[in-house]
């Protein structure tokens, strides 16, 4: 049973254009949300993150919007560049005691 | 500041060997993960210390996984005897843990395992 899902396994995007990255959560127990940035034969990076009393966080080209009611949150980037391609993991965290990730989805920036 | 070391980078061995990893977390961090990460999925936890007492390790294979943190800094993650199902990508990650809430993970770049 997967606690964290990101039903896109894949994305494409125009360079310029807004990146929308998706992930959905089953635990309601989820307090922190985070994204990392994964490229080839590295580890996760640590991009952005949320905690459940807010529902938006911005930083820079990246925002994280969380809507606890639909246990759901999303990336965005905006605007999208060629280095932005990457593996991204969304990952959840219950009061530091069960951090889970999702499965990543891959993006795809072109120039 | 220097971020989380891991060694090696590489591992190939045949089935039924027996593998070690070791990592050296960020400076400070009181809480150290190893996961494990499968080509195409997202990492796994198998065990979390805190300082050098083990906090989860409930998916933690221990009938041939084993892990230690002795003094509360380095670690080291065992597979004795390996299975061609271990194949992957073993990850270290820390954070600074006690009395800190909502902290984020940091992590190496892995060791890549290759069972024969």
């Known amino acids: 049973d997967q606690q964290v899902k990101q039903n896109s396994p894949s994305l494409s995007v125009q360079e310029g254009r807004i990146s929308i990255l998706n992930c959905d959560y089953t635990?309601?127990?989820?307090?922190?949300f985070l994204w990392y940035k994964k490229y080839p034969a590295e580890g996760p990076t640590f991009l952005i993150s949320?905690?459940?009393?807010?529902d938006k966080n911005e930083d820079g080209r990246f925002t994280v919007f969380l809507n606890k009611s639909a246990k759901h949150l999303s990336l965005h980037i905006v605007p999208s560049q060629p280095g932005d391609s990457a593996v991204y993991f969304c990952?959840?965290?219950?009061?530091?005691?069960?951090?889970?990730f999702g499965p990543g989805t891959r993006l795809s920036v072109l120039p | 500041e220097a971020g989380v070391a891991q060694s090696p980078r590489y591992k190939i061995i045949e089935k039924r060997q027996s593998v070690a990893f070791w990592c050296n977390p960020i400076?400070?961090?009181?809480?150290l993960y190893w996961y494990q990460q499968i080509l195409g999925q997202g990492p796994k936890l198998l065990i979390q210390?805190?300082?050098?007492?083990?906090?989860?390790d409930s998916q933690l294979p221990k009938d041939r996984f084993s892990a230690e943190r002795l003094k509360g800094v380095d670690s080291t993650l065992k597979i004795q005897p390996a299975k061609l199902e271990d194949s992957a990508v073993y990850l270290c990650?820390?954070?600074?843990?006690?009395?800190?809430?909502?902290?984020?993970?940091?992590f190496g770049d892995g060791t890549r395992l290759s069972i024969l």
């Open positions: 210390f805190q300082n050098n007492g083990v906090v989860d």
């Open positions: 990952a959840a965290d219950n009061y530091g005691q069960n951090f889970v």
């Open positions: 635990n309601s127990m989820f307090d922190y």
């Open positions: 990650a820390s954070s600074l843990g006690v009395g800190a809430t909502n902290q984020p993970q940091h």
């Open positions: 400076s400070g961090h009181a809480t």
């Open positions: 949320i905690s459940s009393i807010k």
